[in-house]
């Protein structure tokens, strides 16, 4: 009896030196092997040195355990987290740009408010809207501002992810 391999979407933080070359080490790594990197962001720590990439892959248990497994053997690499396998908030940032029919304006602009959106920019021919929430909440968003006008631009951050419990992804300091 075969086992059925499922291939789940994965938040992966990184704690990462913050030396030149680094980031391109994470990516080559994931080039090499194939593995696609489905977004990716990346931003200082409260510690100057040390940088947080948040990465979104997709793979079964046994190729996110491999690509873990890879990423702790780059030099650059301080701490790798799987943040999905616990308890964790997962945000994304999206902000869109929409041509809107003045007779639509209104609807447009209640269904962003309801939904926690802003409207950042509301010119005579269109808005700009931001939303942040989960990849499914922003996904959903996006389906139904898109019916209330032209999508004419599309920024959106990637997933970033931190885990509910106490255990934190950081730096271990010397006893």
């Known amino acids: 009896m075969t086992a059925n391999v499922k291939a789940m979407r994965h938040i992966i933080g990184i704690l ?3 030396e030149a070359g680094a980031l391109a080490r994470v990516a080559g790594m994931f080039s090499s092997r194939g ?15 040390v940088s947080r990439l948040t990465l979104v ?12 497994n890879q990423l702790n053997k780059l030099i650059d ?19 869109a740009k929409l041509r809107v ?32 929430g989960s990849e499914a909440e922003v996904n959903g968003f996006m389906r139904e501002v898109a019916s209330h006008g032209e999508l004419l631009e599309v920024v959106r951050s990637g997933a970033l992810g931190i885990g509910r419990n ?9 006893a």
Do not use: K, W
């Open 57 to 68: 892959t997709t793979g079964s248990d046994a190729v996110i355990l491999q690509i873990v």
């Open 16 to 18: 990462l030196q913050n």
């Open 101 to 132: 029919d003045p007779a639509r304006r209104d609807a447009l602009r209640g269904y962003v408010v309801r939904t926690g959106g802003r409207v950042l920019d509301p010119s005579t021919d269109g808005f700009i809207v931001e939303l942040l």
């Open 77 to 95: 690499v301080v701490r790798v987290d799987d943040m999905t396998r616990g308890e964790h908030l997962e945000r994304e940032l999206v902000l």
């Open 166 to 174: 106490t255990r934190a992804l950081r730096l271990v300091e010397p």
């Open 35 to 49: 593995y696609n990197i489905e977004s990716l962001s990346v931003a200082p720590t409260d510690d100057p040195t």
